[in-house]
Structure formats: structure tokens, C-alpha cells
């Protein structure tokens, strides 16, 4: 039986440009006052939520059809990477997931940016950050002040 890959060690931690993998499923368990699944995977090209940075999204795909598995949060549990979906899959089952591209891309910029300007702030102004977060239409870094 497979299991779960290492929080750190992670296909899409690995490599943040990689689209797609193929991954089999560890666990299926009806994720708690919802009609959704929370699955693992031995491993993920979804990179789950934290440390400010939101989760990312994409789709999950069988070989045997073209119907896309939307995947609504990527999240860790239990040192796990954790995926939401509305079906249930069976521990074994091989599918191919998909990142949503765009917006991982997006997510990525302003992680970066989110570096630089803390670099300049410390150089130039002894400011260290102490929060940040990054949304659809903005990133928020904050400072700490004398």
C-alpha cells in the first residue's frame, strides 16, 4: 500500500512549476459538516495552505474518462497534505492531478515580491515583517515599527 509523502517533501515543493502528477490515493474520509471528501495522496502537485500563503486548486483526472474532479482546498492535517473534493475515491485509485496554473502562477509572484520588499524594508529601513498574506487583488506585508 502507498502512503503519504512528507509535508517538505512534496512533488509541487520540490519543483512550485510542475502542472501535473500522477498520484495514488492514501486515505478517503467524509470531510466533517460537509457533503465533500478529504483525500491523500501519496503524494501532490497541490500545495496545501499555510504560512500565509493560500492553498492551491486544480483538478483530479482518471484514465478511463474525461471528467474533470474539481478540487475546492488543499490543506495539511495530521502532517498531511489533504485535498477537498465532492467525490469519494477508493484507496488505490490512480489519477493525474492538474493545478489551476494561472493562479498558482499569481500566488507565486507575490510570494516572491513578498520577499523583496522585506529584504529592501530590513536593509534600508531595520523593519522586520512580521505578518503578510496574498489574496486575488493584493498581498499585505506588515512591519514592525520603533
Same mark, same amino acid.
Given at each position: 500500500?502507498a502512503?503519504? !509523502?512528507?509535508? #517538505? ?8 512549476? @510542475? =502542472?501535473e502528477?500522477?498520484?495514488k ?7 466533517a459538516?460537509?457533503n465533500?471528501?478529504?483525500?491523500v ?34 490543506f !495539511?492535517?495530521? #502532517?498531511?497534505?489533504?485535498?477537498r473534493?465532492?467525490?469519494? @475515491? =477508493?484507496?488505490g485509485?490512480?489519477?493525474l ?23 529592501i ?5 531595520d ?20
Amino acid at each position: 500500500m502507498a502512503t503519504a !509523502t512528507a509535508l #517538505g517533501r512534496l512533488a509541487c515543493q520540490k519543483n512550485s512549476f @510542475l =502542472q501535473e502528477l500522477s498520484a495514488k490515493v492514501v486515505s478517503c474520509v467524509k470531510a466533517a459538516s460537509t457533503n465533500e471528501y478529504d483525500i491523500v495522496f501519496d503524494d501532490s502537485v497541490l500545495f496545501p495552505e499555510g504560512g500565509g500563503q493560500p492553498g492551491d486548486v486544480g483538478t483530479l483526472h482518471r484514465s478511463t474518462d474525461d471528467q474533470a474532479i474539481p478540487v475546492t482546498k488543499a490543506f !495539511t492535517q495530521e #502532517g498531511n497534505c489533504v485535498l477537498r473534493t465532492d467525490r469519494e @475515491l =477508493q484507496v488505490g485509485d490512480e489519477l493525474l492531478m492538474r493545478v489551476d496554473w494561472p493562479r498558482r502562477l499569481d500566488h507565486m509572484q507575490q510570494h516572491s515580491a513578498q520577499h523583496l520588499i522585506s529584504a529592501i524594508a530590513k536593509r534600508t529601513l531595520d523593519l522586520n515583517t512580521t505578518t503578510w498574506s496574498l489574496g486575488l487583488t493584493r498581498c499585505n506585508v506588515e512591519f514592525d515599527s520603533p
